[in-house]
């Protein structure tokens, strides 16, 4: 479903990815943990060419990008069009009612129909819970009902991949569960998804498969499970110890 | 004292008529200024620099130059450029001009307050950058230049005076006019003076108001 | 074609800085007062502070070097061009700076008020040695920002006679016909009189600055 070989990004001097492989197959659940700092927030950003790549190859489909190479616009859309993108501050759009936070890019990209639209949204909003919240503005939500919105807004587009930027991360522990309900039914549903997350039980047991990134590098990677007891390099003892003994 | 108040409502006529003109003049610039303001708020950040040295050009002699210099090169100056202007037509391009040089960096300021995620969010929705700027960016930061813009007006409102030396007979044409005839001059600009205030401090005390309802939002 | 004819708008220059600096100083000894009197004079000097400030920027500032010049010139005081357009933008730049003034004044932390007065520090000195410095850094941008838009505002001298930038262009053009390259050049004029100005004051906030951080 993706494939991903060679990814580097400088920032300037800086070199933040230093030549990421990876490759993910369809419902898969990928979760990617490290250090702050480590290059995992970018290596999402630059999957779906919010950063621009430095170099390296970008496959999603059937559509490939290739950093070297100046990427048109037309070129970037095609790419993006699977991808499905949930942000750690949840970026709904503040001037608009949820029902329309959901519906405008249905109808603007997919062409849909406003009442074919608005029928998606309410269908999803009560997937995600929040049926009775469509006709609010999103400043009446709390950060969880926020964040689930943001999910639904990303599935009204058909997305075949869902990528999550430290969802919870803004949120309270009790309201970032709510969050990780909703992306754990979405697992089970055979979503693929690449989860950047700090949230340890959800890479061990959600995930089908955990990345774990320190200086821009894939230090370690392997069914979650094994990957989060036995962790082979030294570099993946010290931060698992770290987080894990809190 | 009477002799005042009589002379005070001799003059006031024609002294309305002049404000009435100052105000159209007025209201004539910023309705086409401020949309020009946009625009050039836009092509300022545009990629493309046959779009965006134009513009800062443009915007940098309107700002730059003096308003009043502004008007005498449109309508002194341009004629003999084979361009030759109403003194109307003179005040309402050089206060255009002036407006859309002032307001595109009162709106750049406004659409950049926007927070850049939000644009990314529209971006990763697929939205293209026109559709964007139209659903996401515009009705966000619009609203926020509102008292900015408002508090403009009353200054290019004040500024609208400066037409008298193009001779365009609005408000402060019409008081040196009866001044020259009469010689009564205190009495005739303390006229004039409560007349633009009796716009501008109702105006300046509502815009108070709303910036302050408006930061209490932020 | 020679382009001396445009040599008098130069000598312009030298008015348009020096009514720019008076009434800069004017403004900036009436706005300390005017702000002072809105923070500290009891309500009744704030309430007239306030309304004074009102006033002298609801009218426009060619009115009040009209009522200035020919109004109180017509009887009460005889008064220069000059003199009555630096008093004029004087009081219009009184205003904006006492608001200015009052905005420094708040975002400096009450803990600074409280430390010079836990400090035993009189009067005076809690004023001079610890607000003004900060006010001065805080300030400055602005206060520099409205100088330069002062300068232009300057233009509008002209038209009761004071010989500075506008006025030799207008003169020029009138004398030669070419009121083209004569208001370009001194429209250009300005924007040129304002780079250094802001050039300067960016160089000074830098040293400001750097003072403060760490």
Redesign the interface.
Known sequence: MIEVSGLVKDFGAHRVLDGIDLSVQRGEVIAMIGPSGSGKSTCLRCLNLLEAPSAGLLRVGDVTIDASRPVTRRQRLGFRRPLGMVFQSFNLFPHMTVLRNVSLAQERVLKRSRREADEISRQLLDRVGLGAKADQHPSRCSGGQQQRIAIARALALDPEVMLFDEPTSALDPELGLEVLNVMQELAAGGMTMIVVTHEMHFAESVSDRVLIMADGRIIEQGPSAEVMRNPQTERAQRFLSAVMNR | MTGLLDFWNQSLPQLLTGFTLSLQVTGLSLALGIPLGLVLALTLQSASRWLRWPSLVMVEIGRGASILVLLQFVYFGLPSAGLTLSSFASAVAAFCWCTAAYTSEIIRAGLQSVHHGQSEAGEVLGLDPAEILRFVILPQGLPVCVPTLLGFSILMLQASSLAFVVALPELMSKAQLIGSNTFRYMPLFALTAILYAAVCIPATIVVGRLERRLSRHI | MTAGFLAPILGGVIWTLALSAAALAVGMVLGALLCAMRVSGGAVLAALAAMLI??F????????L??IY???????LQIGAFEAAALGLGLITAANLAEIFRGALKAIHVGQWEAAQTLGLPQVSRLCDVIVPQMLRITLPSIVSYAIGLI?????A??IGVPE??FQ??NV?QAT????????F???L??GL?IPIAMASRRIDLRLRSKVAR
Do not use: H, M, Q
């Not at chain 3, 920027?57 to 009040?64: L, T, Y």
């Not at chain 3, 232009?152 to 509008?156: F, M, P, Q």
């Open positions: 009102l006033i920027r609801a009218v426009p500032p060619i009115v009040w009209f009522l020919f109004g109180l010139g017509a009887g009460w232009k505002d300057t233009a509008i002209s038209t930038i506008a262009a207008s053009s016909f070419r009121g083209l390259e004569s208001f370009a001194a429209g250009l300005y924007i304002s």
